[in-house]
């Protein structure tokens, strides 16, 4: 599971609550974005960025990427060497787009689930997931015209 703060974090939560209700025989295993928010999963890592875009200096942008990497790596291993997993579920944000595709060269199948909040737009994470994702699914009707090998699952 990947997720980030505010709504990523509810969805998720939802997602997480609705697939315990059917079976119990999965682990989850979720990684987060760094928050005073609780971790939705007994075993969880965060996702420590030292990259921070810098609005007004591209040098300082440029000059974060490589920590940024390194700690994706890091964090990335980590998990596939601890852990025994097929699947990769995104809520987003954008940080879950190099984590996801990491773990699809890894071979692990990755699902998205669109944000809840989008009825006529992609959103920057959802634009980059579709393609990305080996499921891709929307959670409100309208967005099958812009999206149109998704799946519509309705509201978490």
């Not at 990684?31 to 875009?53: D, H, N």
Request: charged share 20%; with cysteine; hydrophobic share 40%.
């Amino acid at each position: 599971m990947i997720y980030g703060t505010g709504g990523h974090y509810e969805q998720m939560n939802r997602f997480i609550e609705g697939a315990k209700k059917k079976t119990d025989k999965y682990e989850f295993i979720s990684i987060c974005v760094k928050s005073l928010q609780a971790p939705l999963t007994p075993v969880y890592y965060y996702a420590r960025s030292p990259f921070k875009p810098e609005k007004h200096s591209f040098v300082k942008s440029f000059l974060g990427l490589p920590l940024f990497f390194v700690s994706l790596l890091r964090t990335s291993l980590q998990i596939v060497v601890n852990h025994k997993f097929s699947y990769v579920v995104s809520t987003g944000p954008g940080l879950s787009i190099l984590y996801c595709l990491f773990f699809k060269l890894l071979g692990k199948k990755i699902v998205h689930l669109e944000t809840w909040s989008r009825f006529k737009t992609k959103s920057n994470t959802g634009r980059w997931m579709y393609y990305i994702a080996d499921h891709f699914f929307v959670q409100n009707k309208s967005l099958k015209k812009i999206y149109p090998k998704s799946i519509y699952a309705g509201r978490l």
